[in-house]
């Protein structure tokens, strides 16, 4: 079991950058597979970035393509959004979110993660 807890989030204006952290509990991080997900009022749970247990395969959504690097540091049991070129339309809650058994590839679906965290808002302003 792994316990997710996000933070980094914030109020940055269009063009502007923040680094989203997600931090786990537990010694065995590397055995999961992390996506982020965000959600904006009224929308559905978007799919935003995913990566392996090692780093070696990542995937975007098309929307940040470009704009947003997902990475990980086992050392530290933590995953990080860097999140570039940020759009008022990137404004929602992001999620992160982990499961053992996407360790060796990556999925776009929220259904494939058990472990969620308790979400931090990302606000960009016009």
């Known amino acids: 079991q792994v316990q997710l807890v996000e933070s980094g989030g914030g109020l940055v204006q269009a063009g502007g950058s923040l680094r989203l952290s997600c931090a786990a509990s537990?010694?065995?991080?590397?055995?999961?597979?992390m996506g982020w997900f965000r959600q904006a009022p009224g929308k559905e749970r978007e799919f935003v970035a995913a990566?392996?247990?090692?780093?070696?395969?990542?995937n975007y959504a098309d929307s940040v393509k470009g704009r947003f690097t997902i990475s990980r540091d086992n050392a530290k049991n933590t995953a990080y959004l860097q999140m570039n070129s940020l759009k008022p339309e990137d404004t929602a809650i992001y999620y992160c979110a982990a499961d053992q058994n996407i360790k060796f590839t990556t999925s776009m679906k929220p259904i494939d993660y058990e472990y969620w965290g308790q979400g931090t808002q990302v606000t960009v302003s016009s």
């Open positions: 990566i392996n247990w090692i780093g070696s395969s990542t």
């Open positions: 537990g010694r065995t991080f590397s055995r999961y597979g």
